[in-house]
Structure formats: C-alpha cells, structure tokens
C-alpha cells in the first residue's frame, strides 16, 4: 500500500526567466509548446502531454548556468531528438553537446539553453 505522502508522478515543470516576452515566444514559437492559459500579466501555462506542463514566469533576475553547474533539470519527451535537434539549430540556440548523444537504443539526447540561459535537455529517438 502506498503512503499518503509517497510521490507519484511530476505534475509541471516551473521556468523562470527575467524577460516573459523573450521566454513565451521562445517556448511557443521555437519549441512549439501550446499555452493553455495566462496566469497574470507576466505568466503562463503550457500544456505537454496529456497529464503534465510546463509553467513559464517572467520578472525574474538572471542566474548564469555552464554544464556542470549544480542545478535541477527537467527532460522534455520528443519522437526525434535529432529532429528537434535540428530545429533549435536553425533557430540559433546554443547547444551543450555538439549533437546529440546516443543513449541506449533508438534514445537520444541533448541540453540546450533557454534565451534566459536556463539549461534544458531533450529525449527522443533519432
């Protein structure tokens, strides 16, 4: 039997960021992430999947990140991390890897940073 305070799943992931503009437009128009709903002025909502999101919030001061920073991170599920791979690259975001690493069969996987500077990663097949 599971205890009451036993955690079960990861509901939203939480980005902050200085500029919200800057951000909203990054996660919606080069990731293609849909917003669910605004949460105030300077916030939002998007949705990934079926049972989780990701909650965007701007007015933030900047925090500067290098690889091996000690930080918390979230992996964002994709069909082709070479295709999103590829994408990001034409929009000009910066890379951690050179491209990404295989990771066991047919998953691969890369970090890559966030106009804000916020480090994020991608899992998917090739």
């Known amino acids: 039997m599971m205890s009451d305070t036993a955690i079960t799943g990861v509901t939203f992931v939480a ?8 951000g909203y437009r990054f996660y919606s128009e080069v990731l293609g992430l849909e917003k669910e709903y605004d949460m105030g002025t300077k916030a939002c909502y998007f949705k990934l999947g079926k049972d989780s999101g990701l909650y965007l919030q701007g007015g933030n001061k900047p925090a500067t990140y290098s690889a091996d920073t000690q930080r918390a991170a979230f992996v964002l599920s994709v069909a082709s991390a070479g295709a999103l ?31 804000a500077g916020n480090i994020l990663e991608a899992l998917g097949g090739k």
């Open 15 to 22: 980005v902050y960021v200085p500029d919200f503009e800057v």
């Open 85 to 115: 791979y590829d994408r990001l690259k034409a929009a000009w975001v910066r890379f951690v890897q050179d491209a990404p690493k295989e990771m066991g069969p047919d998953y691969f996987w890369f970090q890559f940073f966030d106009p």
